[in-house]
């Protein structure tokens, strides 16, 4: 049992448009941050390994969960049974249901997209499927991307979503902890790629047209990308990605670059042995931070709302390993100063509110939807 509990804050949540609480209890607890006293209230719980949150338009909730659920929490605190008309996925090791994005345009055409491991010939890969919410259920399900090729194994899936400002779509896969597939342009292992919101390849990526490369490849040299946010300010694409033993990064992808997995790593192998550092690879694309040791981090925001005002354009990561939100403050495209917030438990997801709170995810078999404010 987590240390932090629910309040029952339902008919302030519903007039601002965040999720209710689930069931009442004593005043969640606190803890000093930056921004003041944070008050860490747990929505529901009960969640097993939830991986991905979007906040629907009128403020309802969608979850996912890795064994292949897709939830909804409604304003009233009450979490409905699994949507029908998900994907089958693959559930093992890390692999499973993961992210659940709206697309832009999801007002008017209620269309959703979730990543996913799936099986077939080889083993399993990421796949993306697109499919439309209707009440209670997904209707016209396509699975639009699938990774090739598949793979044995059950790590390293990445799987994060995110949209540009322009519409397109970024997908973030892992290496699936092959290793040099990742520096292989034939494969989609390793990489963060960018499709149009149908799946179709848009036409100023940066390998189109070249016959030894994945057209669908925006940057390759990855390892586990599971963290991806579009900053509000320049509309460049931020990501986070798993080290081995050591070396997190945060990364600023770009067109056609080279991140340099395997072949350089702040980090070392597992065993012991020696990764070369980047600056042996002036050729390769160097992290703009990296973390030793890991914080293992997961999904990220760029902070936009009114409730913590002293962290605005602020990123704010999801650690794992670290049990801790990570708050990171940019100077263009420098990172000047990070705090991290302990919260004694592994953090898979972080999302912002209608009304400027913080939601995140526990990676838990009894995980939970957590959130935060600050303290009145």
């Not at 949540?13 to 209890?25: D, E, I």
């Not at 690879?281 to 992290?287: E, M, S």
């Amino acid at each position: 049992m987590h240390k932090f509990r629910c309040v029952l804050v339902a008919s302030i949540l519903a007039l601002n448009g965040a999720a209710a609480c689930a069931r009442a209890g004593t005043e969640g607890t606190t803890v000093q941050t930056s921004a003041g006293k944070v008050v860490i209230d747990e929505v529901v719980g009960g969640l097993d390994h939830p991986w991905g949150l979007a906040f629907l338009p009128d403020g309802r909730l969608l979850v996912t969960e890795r064994a292949g659920r897709l939830r909804i929490l409604d304003v009233n605190g009450k979490l409905s049974d699994g949507l029908s008309g998900v994907p089958n996925v693959r559930a093992a090791g890390q692999g499973g249901l993961l992210d659940v994005a709206l697309d832009p345009d999801f007002a008017t055409n209620r269309t959703l997209y979730l990543s996913f491991a799936e099986a077939g010939d080889g083993g399993t890969s990421t796949a993306l499927a697109r499919a439309t919410l209707d009440e209670g259920k997904l209707q016209d399900t396509k699975i639009i991307f699938r990774q090739t090729p598949k793979v044995s194994g059950n790590g390293h899936f990445g799987g994060r979503i995110v949209f540009s400002r322009d519409g397109h779509l970024f997908l973030t896969t892992g290496e699936r902890q092959k290793f040099e597939p990742a520096q292989d342009l034939a494969s989609h292992l390793g990489k963060v790629l960018r499709l149009n919101r149908d799946g179709s390849i848009p036409s100023d990526n940066p390998f189109v047209g070249r016959a030894d490369a994945k057209p669908e490849i925006w940057s390759y040299g990855h390892r586990n990308v599971q963290g991806a946010a579009i900053e509000p300010a320049t509309g460049a694409l931020w990501t986070l990605e798993f080290g081995p033993a050591g070396g997190d990064e945060l990364n600023r992808p770009e067109p056609g670059k080279n991140y340099g997995w395997p072949l350089v790593s702040w980090g070392n192998h597992y065993d012991g042995r020696d990764i070369p550092d980047p600056p042996t690879r002036p050729d390769l694309t160097d992290a703009v931070k990296y973390w030793n040791p890991s914080i293992s981090p997961s999904g990220m925001i760029f902070y936009t709302g009114a409730m913590f005002p002293q962290w605005k354009g602020n990123i704010l990561i999801a650690g794992l390993g670290s049990q801790a939100l990570v708050r990171l403050k940019l100077a263009g495209a420098k990172v000047v100063d990070e705090e991290r917030i302990a919260l004694d438990a592994r953090i898979r997801d972080v999302e912002q509110a209608p009304d400027g709170s913080i939601y995140l995810l526990t990676d838990d078999s009894d995980g939970a939807i957590w959130r935060l404010h600050l303290q009145r």
